[in-house]
């Protein structure tokens, strides 16, 4: 027998992708996120991107995430990556709240 197949639910905008990998992220990941440099993304999502596309089945089924990431892409003028939109937002977000400042 074949193992039964467990519905989950999808992310279908970035924000829901960009909450739910959030919420599974610690906070010394999110704290190391928020003060990489734009340039630095792109790394991460060579390492991780994958993951994303295949957990959140962009390729094979998620068509609401996928063409909203590609609208995003094509309207910031970025190249059409739809997991490293996914990344950059992540990113943004975490600049609002989890960017360590000094303290004097």
């Known amino acids: ?4 197949i467990v519905d ?3 992310p279908i905008t970035i924000d829901d992708a960009v909450t739910m990998l959030l919420d599974d992220l610690p906070l010394l ?11 630095e993304l792109d790394l991460i999502n060579r390492l991780v991107g994958l993951h994303i596309a295949r957990d959140f ?13 590609l609208e995003a ?7 059409a990556d739809p997991t490293l939109v996914i ?4 990113w943004e977000k975490l600049q609002q709240t989890h960017v360590l400042r000094l303290v004097r």
Do not use: Q, V, Y
């Not at 027998?1 to 039964?4: R, V």
């Not at 089945?57 to 990431?69: F, I, K, Q, R, V």
């Not at 892409?73 to 190249?79: D, H, I």
């Open 57 to 69: 089945l962009l390729w094979s089924g998620n068509h609401e995430l996928l063409h909203a990431c």
């Open 73 to 79: 892409a094509r309207n910031s003028g970025e190249e």
């Open 1 to 4: 027998m074949f193992p039964k």
């Open 8 to 10: 989950i639910e999808l």
């Open 29 to 39: 990941d999110r704290t190391r996120l928020s003060s990489m440099t734009p340039d």
């Open 87 to 90: 990344i950059r937002a992540m």
